[in-house]
């Protein structure tokens, strides 16, 4: 990956020189004059960095790429806010929040905190768990898959359904993320310290790490670490000293913990991405950042409230766009420490992952309508509940899936004898091909369940 330019400096042509040459008092004049205008805005809701910009078509009335930028700069600069957080050259990252922001996190507030069009299978305590486990499942196998590991979707949902133990190093990294997607739910009401971080990278990186010794503990002096491209292994960061962690990893820590006062106040969305940011900035560990830094953001936002966040999965998009996800903080240290970049980046990726969400509900939704078609209103149907209604549903699309008592039990958070009640009582009807596997039994779906339901249907009614 390529390392952006910096942009032309708009301190260097405000104070270039030590005579006002007439040039640049046109140039000065002019982008005062066009300040107030719709031009300085950023426009088509995208918050630009000179990389993209100079690439744009130049709106009608800027005479060049240069003087575009200067405008925007301008614009930009008189509305940043310093932060409590410093870059490694000690000036204070700034971040501000033009119109496409805010409407964005105005999206974010509505959909992942309030009651505004909630699916109903989210809405209804007798379904909602059975879609938390599933998303809680797929950041765990996606965070894991950003950092490495190679297990399909597949198995590894078949690991955490079935509580198997981790095979090997891949599915042990997708096994911790799992842990500690469900240990956050836990600790929203602990305010975030050095020795709860170190605790949740533990957790992520327990017998994942080539260093066992690295696991729960910061990096030191004696371990140099960079953060490089993949492909040609060039150095993209190096992050701050290990001698300043401490005092880092502090400021962190106060920045998520308060305060909400008026006059400090802190959207919670962007306190949340904004921990996310410095974990992947100060890379205070060897390894395990990446997952760090995504779990920690989940932490923030349940404790803020956005309940809705445990149902979606943002590794999901990230892992789709890894560049874009470097670029962000890659546009943030070449552009005076502006954040703006990786806040716009992250809403992007909240907003899309509630998408596929609410995506995900509505096949689901239809898969379901799908079984109740074939069943109607015959006395068959009322013989079924809607834990055995989401199995068939699922075996109507995966038909050579397998389950077990232990996974319908963590589907649907329910207790064990539950969970055998409904398979047996499935099996019983044949749509079930009971096995046993060693000391443990399997169900399989018979071959053409449609066939069978329907015929089962008829002999019910």
Known sequence: MKIPNPPPSLEKLMLDGKEESPEKQRVMGRLFELLSSDLAKDRDKEYLHWEQMKYKPLPEGISNHEEWWYLTKLRRSGAYRKLPLHAISGSNFVYWIPDTLQQKLHQVDQQASGRVQIAEQVANPATRDRYLVNSVIEEAITSSQLEGASTTHKIAKAMLRESRRPRDKDEKMIFNNYQAMTYIREIIEQPLSPSLLLHLHRIVTEGTLDDPGAVGRFRTANDRIGVYDDRDNTLLHDPPHADQLEDRIQALCDLANGPENDSEFLHPVIRSILLHFMIGYDHPFIDGNGRTARALFYWSMAKHGYWMMEYISISTILKNGPAKYARAYLYTETDDNDTTYFLDFNLRVIIRAIQYLQEYLTRKADEIKKVEQILGSSAFSRHLNYRQ????????????????????????????????????RLAELGLLQQRKIGNAFTFIAVDAIEDKLSELKRKMN
């Not at 199995?391 to 995966?398: K, T, V």
């Open 389 to 424: 209604l989401a199995l068939l549903s699922h075996a109507l699309r995966n038909p050579s899936s397998s389950y077990t008592f232990e996974s319908h039990r963590k589907s649907h958070t329910i207790s064990y004898p539950t969970a055998r009640t409904d398979l047996l």
